[in-house]
């Protein structure tokens, strides 16, 4: 057993090169052949591994989907709710149980989000709910959304095939948000390639990193090009900058490209162990009463690549020092690292995790493990107040008593057993 002091902390998900440093030579290739610019050969040809990737399903047969990489996930999100359509006064149904990213670029394109509720087996987005949006949207606006973004989130399919048949049925395109569910399956086939286009995410806590950049799956060439051309300004085919239509800056660059390349030589690798992972914990936290690991349905369809561990806690449970949580004002905030946090001079908020949630937090930081909860809700934001939203309960009620657990390359066999028992230790008996 290591001591506490010994331990380095396990943090939630990290990026892990490849330990020949595969992508140390495709980026020195980058230098040594001068491109270094948003284009070049590791972008065609981690375009091609994706591609390779996407369009293999589990049986050997294959599909015909292109790939385009870009600057973040969140960039490919933007881009896709354009080809869609979307514009100045539609509306898209998205998962309010999510990262903003799903939601944020439905704004950007002064469009307004539809959010709807999870269903509890997978926590994603509850098919009857997303049905009764659309129609009582087409009813009170006279137009049905413009298009419908659900989301693998910590990696779990969503019900694939009853929002497929849904969508449809209503002929609304689907941009599958699989940013955290890179290599999740539904019935052997690599989630990102059912919608009418697939997200991907390479930023650092990612399943596999670019240090930032993310990639669009498109159905066909047509697809592919145009998202392309919006993706580099959209120039028209001039010897000067002409322009038809407004682009965007969003390409990925060729040093970036170079490290994904190299990571796709442990791609298989590294979500191997996070199903490693998910199963050693669903089998020591097996008697830990109160507490409950999330699982995929017992549908053999689900194949869930298990980015994030995620767990709740009976509300009823108590969790030492839990008497003095949510006291403070906090300085810092989750995923503070990133980038700058706005302060703010409240110690909580109308809706928070429950005290036990907060307790664990904070023993588990002691103990140099990093808990986080697990997402907001976007219906519950306050950026969002005004949102029109179809709630059922699930995910509000998820985000009280959720948090994730450390998963990933990272995180060894022992890590994990430490992991349980601090959390065996936290609890008052
Ligand atoms: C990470 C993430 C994205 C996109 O993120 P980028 O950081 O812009 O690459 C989109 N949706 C979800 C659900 C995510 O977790």
Redesign the pocket.
């Known amino acids: 057993m290591i001591m506490a002091e010994e331990r380095k902390t396990i943090y939630l998900c990290l990026a892990h090169m490849s330990e020949e440093g595969i992508e140390q030579k495709y980026v020195k290739e980058a230098f040594d052949t001068n491109w270094v610019v948003p284009m070049g050969p590791n972008v065609n040809a981690f375009e091609q591994n994706l591609a390779d990737f996407a369009n293999s399903n589990s049986d050997g047969s294959k599909l015909d989907r292109k790939v385009v990489c870009l600057s973040?996930?969140?960039a490919a999100?933007h881009l896709a709710l354009l080809a869609c359509g979307v514009g100045p006064g539609d509306e898209v149904c998205v998962q309010s149980f999510?990262?903003c990213?799903?939601s944020h670029p439905i704004t950007y394109l002064g469009a307004s989000p539809v959010f709807i509720d999870s269903e509890k087996e997978t926590w994603n987005m509850d098919p009857a709910l997303l049905e009764k949006a659309i129609v009582e949207r087409k009813e009170k606006t006279g137009k049905y959304p413009k298009a419908i973004v659900p989301?693998a989130l910590y990696g779990m399919p969503y019900k694939v095939d009853e929002i497929m048949a849904i969508a449809d049925k209503y002929g609304i395109p689907v941009v599958e948000?699989a940013?955290?569910g890179m290599g999740s399956r539904f019935n052997g086939q690599v989630l990102g390639t059912f919608g009418k286009f697939g997200?991907l995410?390479?930023?650092g806590n990612?399943m596999i990193t670019t240090s930032?950049?993310?990639a669009l799956i498109c159905r066909d060439a047509e697809d592919a090009n145009t998202v392309m051309w919006r993706a580099t300004q959209a120039r028209d085919s001039y010897p000067y900058y002409q322009h038809s239509a407004i682009g965007y800056n969003y390409r990925m660059s060729n040093v970036c490209a170079g490290i994904g390349r190299g990571q796709m030589t442990v791609l298989d690798k590294h979500i191997a162990h996070h199903k490693h992972v998910q199963a050693l914990y669903e089998e020591l936290l097996k008697d830990v009463d109160g507490v409950d690991i999330h699982k995929q349905p017992a549908d053999p369809r689900y194949d869930a690549n298990f980015w994030l561990c995620t767990a709740t806690i009976d509300e009823n449970i108590k969790i030492k020092g839990q008497e003095n949580v949510y006291k403070e004002v906090i300085k810092t905030a989750v995923g503070g690292a990133a980038g700058v946090i706005k302060a703010v001079d409240s110690a909580t908020t109308d809706c928070q995790p429950n005290d036990n949630v907060e307790a664990l937090r904070v023993y588990m930081l002691a103990k140099k493990i990093e808990c986080r909860p697990v997402w907001k809700p976007m219906h519950k934001q306050p950026v969002y107040a005004n949102a029109v939203s179809y709630v059922n309960g699930v995910s509000e009620s998820l985000f009280k008593i959720g948090f994730c657990l450390p998963a990933g390359p990272y995180v060894s066999d022992d890590d994990v057993r430490y992991i349980v028992d601090s959390i065996k230790e936290a609890i008052v008996k």
């Open positions: 973040a996930g969140t999100v999510t990262f990213a799903s989301v948000d940013a955290e997200v995410s390479f930023n990612k930032g950049g993310g």
